[in-house]
């Protein structure tokens, strides 16, 4: 197994095997502060939120080829990005916005507000069957 993370200093997303070998840059153009990643395996995916001066999320392979933006447009601080795979959608947590927003991950289409609230300065989320749980600070 592998396990992916984002470099806030460097501006990166990296990958190595679960004991820290075999570690390599995965993506390092186009990022200002990538935030948070989710990886979907079946698909070959990985998922990223960005809070730089484009915020968005991000898709690409797993190898980093093929990046395209699935959101931009509502966005601001996105923190926690989740994926939910038996409904094949991505749940993402906005801080500024104080939303908890999901997608299509195959077309980034059916953009759905699953929680709004104010002043609640979300930080992760996770899905697990039918539940969303979520952290704020």
């Known amino acids: 197994g592998n396990i992916y993370w984002t470099d806030h200093g460097f501006n990166l997303i990296e990958v190595s095997r679960l004991n820290g070998s075999f570690r390599y ?25 960005e809070w730089g001066q484009t915020p968005c999320i991000g898709r690409a392979h797993l190898d980093g080829s093929e990046k395209v933006v699935l ?22 947590c906005d801080a500024r916005t104080d939303k908890i927003e999901r997608i299509d991950l195959e077309s980034g289409g059916n953009r759905e507000i699953v929680l709004s609230g104010s002043n609640v300065d979300l930080f992760s989320v996770a899905v697990f069957g039918a539940y969303i749980y979520w952290s704020d600070r």
Do not use: M
Not at 33 to 49: C, D, I, M, N
Not at 72 to 91: C, F
């Open 25 to 49: 840059v995965v993506i390092s153009q186009g990022l200002d502060q990538p935030r948070s990643v989710a990886v979907h395996p079946e698909k070959g995916y990985l998922f990223w939120t």
């Open 71 to 92: 959101v931009s447009l509502g966005i601001a601080w996105p923190n926690g990005i989740s994926i939910d795979y038996e409904e094949n959608k991505l749940y993402w």
